[in-house]
């Protein structure tokens, strides 16, 4: 197919999709979907609003809060299953995440513990908010002493949501995944007159902590997943089952003498005591697309909230938005690899195309690639846990600079096995079997046919340059799908948004260290040093060096899968927490699930454009562009 009519078509899909993404949004005509903020807060929002809904027929309303390293859209499904039930949904985008000004420091942290708490936060000091996350700020001292707000906006947010006009001020309820079921319950008791709580991976607070004459929780139903990431989500417990049978649960959750059963409902509506915990069959981050956790939480809310709908409790859409949403993401990054082939054809860029090596000898002998592939695995996935929460939540950064968190565990990480990869590889290239075989520059996709020992600064330059029109137009394309269709690509987790100013500094703070780790290791040694003897000719034969980069890139973080997964399937626990202590499970662990397929797309990417091009720079430069985005457009900002 031509470069232009494949690139036209990818369009065509990215469009079609968004739009069948956005009828789905809209509930196929039965919601009104607005974006705002809350004046005078900076808290960014959407709001799904059901179809007949005004001051004279107000709706029962419903605020969602979302979980740590997620946004606003991640709570879309939820939005649009109770609003095509005819409950209004408020969808917050809480402190550090999403468009919300506000950073996560803003609620504040507890002051226990800490031997100095005026003291700048960085390093420990971090660490300790994050480990003090579950305090909340109607908690009796010291435990909420020095926290601000603990709701993370969410406050403001219901205050908001109960002034509108159309909404039944009488009938709302709340609902939040991990991170905002805290915000959930500190909501919950600001406002007494809620009337349900739906908590998805949320623990339990005791009743020793709060004062349980004046706070009252009414109608509240815990969805707990059965493979939880999160011990301290599991009452500081390893396993889920067996939960229903602790004094916490039964006692101070549900108001029993004696343990309880899982899905069944205690208490009554009407009176507020409703209590129910649902297991569900699947992991921390999928519980909010759950179809089970969806069923349950719709029938808990339109009980509660006296909703008579003829919408059957399992009849959901939400998946039909997500995967339309994909779809697009897919087509626009799919997009910049015929985009690449119409640039090469002006004249200006035509000089980055040039051929592969073809001299099978200058590669690594099997069993020396073989060793060196085995030893970049075993580094990369045993460093993961350690360096990644090293980074999150220990190293003494600048926080006015490093504000993603996540972010900076994770180039913790990565720029660990850039430095160990870049001695490993000037070691043998100037000392070792490189030298021996004659490896040159242009060998390792570094340098131009015609200078195979000298850097080509004019072919860098355009690398960077092509990289950032390439790149350009997918983010183009996120402002319009975000104008258009109040959507951007993502697949129940953020992906690619359009930046904040806050947003697109920190994107330029992390992009150096993505683009040395993806020159480096993704680059000079995977396509230079550690190339497989074949040369793909193109077409299907692009799989086998895309599937070798993958095994060489992420067989670590598998590694990491079976030895977390494994005991928890066999009813062990966490494999990292049993291992390690969970000082090194939970948000690392968790992220796997999106680490995994994001790497993977991108070494296809870089496979695809390096054997297009004969060097490493523009894939290198593409991936550390798309890398750093998704980081610093979606992550938490600290």
């Not at 004046?39 to 959407?46: F, P, Q, R, S, T």
């Not at 879309?76 to 039930?85: D, N, S």
């Not at 590889?425 to 570094?446: H, N, R, S």
């Not at 983010?475 to 697109?504: C, E, N």
Request: charged share 15%.
């Amino acid at each position: 197919m031509k470069p232009l009519a494949a690139f036209l078509i990818c369009i065509l899909v990215v469009f079609l999709s968004l739009g069948i993404a956005a009828l789905a949004q809209g509930g196929f005509g039965t919601i009104t979907v607005r974006s705002g903020v809350l004046e005078g807060h900076d808290l960014a929002y959407k709001l799904f609003i059901p179809r007949g809904a005004d001051g004279e027929h107000p709706v029962p309303a419903v605020l969602a809060m979302h979980g740590y390293q997620n946004d606003r859209e991640t709570s879309a499904a939820y939005g649009i299953e109770l609003a095509r039930r005819g409950i209004a949904v408020l969808s917050l985008d809480l402190y550090g995440h999403g468009y919300t000004k506000p950073g996560m420091r803003e609620r504040g942290w507890a002051e226990r513990g800490l031997k100095n708490p005026e003291r700048p936060v960085n390093g420990p000091g971090r660490f300790h908010i994050f480990m003090t996350f579950s305090n909340l700020d109607f908690f009796k001292d010291p435990y909420s002493a020095g926290l601000k707000d603990s709701s993370m906006g969410g406050k403001e947010g219901y205050r908001f949501l109960r002034s509108l006009p159309f909404v039944d001020g009488n009938r709302i309820g709340i609902t939040g995944h991990s991170m905002g079921t805290w915000a959930s319950w500190s909501v919950a008791a600001a406002f007494p007159d809620h009337r349900a709580l739906v908590l998805q991976c949320g623990e339990i607070p005791r009743n020793e902590y709060y004062d349980t004459g004046r706070y009252r929780f009414n109608n509240v139903m815990l969805i707990q997943a059965r493979w939880d990431e999160f011990d301290y989500f599991r009452d500081y417990q390893r396993n889920v089952m067996g939960l229903e049978k602790t004094a916490l649960r039964y006692h101070d959750f549900m108001g029993r003498d004696s343990p309880v059963e899982w899905n069944r409902t205690y208490g009554s509506f009407a009176d507020g005591s409703g209590r129910r915990m649902e297991l569900i069959q699947t992991n921390h981050r999928l519980t909010t697309h759950d179809g089970h956790a969806m069923t349950a939480a719709m029938h808990w809310f339109t009980q509660a909230l006296g909703i008579k709908t003829g919408i059957a409790d399992s009849s959901h859409i939400f998946m039909i938005k997500e995967t339309a949403v994909l779809i697009a993401m897919l087509a626009a990054l799919v997009s910049m690899l015929p985009l690449f082939l119409l640039l090469s054809r002006i004249p200006f860029f035509a000089p980055l195309i040039q051929p592969l090596p073809e001299e099978s000898r200058k590669i690594m002998p099997g069993k020396s690639r073989a060793r060196a592939v085995l030893i970049a695995i075993l580094v990369s996935g045993f460093t993961f846990p350690f360096l990644g929460q090293l980074g999150h939540g220990l190293l003494p950064v600048p926080e006015n600079i490093f504000r993603m968190t996540i972010g900076t565990g994770f180039i913790t990480w990565l720029s660990f096995l850039m430095l160990v990869s870049l001695f490993m590889l000037m070691y043998w290239y100037k000392k070792g079997e490189g030298k021996t075989l004659g490896i040159t520059l242009y060998d390792l996709g570094l340098a131009s046919r015609n200078a195979p020992r000298r850097f080509d600064r004019a072919a860098i330059g355009k690398s960077v340059l092509a990289a950032f029109i390439l790149c350009g137009v997918m983010y183009l394309l996120t402002v319009l799908g975000g104008s258009l269709f109040q959507l951007d690509f993502r697949f129940i987790w953020p992906f690619f948004k359009t930046f904040s100013p806050a947003r697109f500094l920190q994107f330029l703070v992390y992009l150096p260290f993505y683009g040395a780790f993806f020159t480096v290791n993704a680059g000079a040694r995977l396509y230079g040093q550690l190339r497989l003897p074949e040369k793909p000719g193109g077409g299907c034969n692009l799989f086998v060096p895309w599937a070798y980069g993958v095994l060489v890139m992420l067989g670590g973080v598998f590694i990491i899968v079976l030895i977390e997964y494994i005991p928890f399937f066999l009813g062990l626990g966490p494999g990292v927490d049993l291992l390690f202590t969970s000082l090194f499970g939970g948000p690392f662990m968790s992220v796997m699930i999106l680490l995994i397929p994001q790497f993977a797309l991108f070494f296809f990417l870089s496979t695809w454009l390096y054997y297009k091009s004969g060097r490493i720079w523009l894939g290198s430069f593409v991936v550390a562009i798309l890398a750093s985005w998704i980081l610093a457009g979606g992550s938490a900002m600290f």
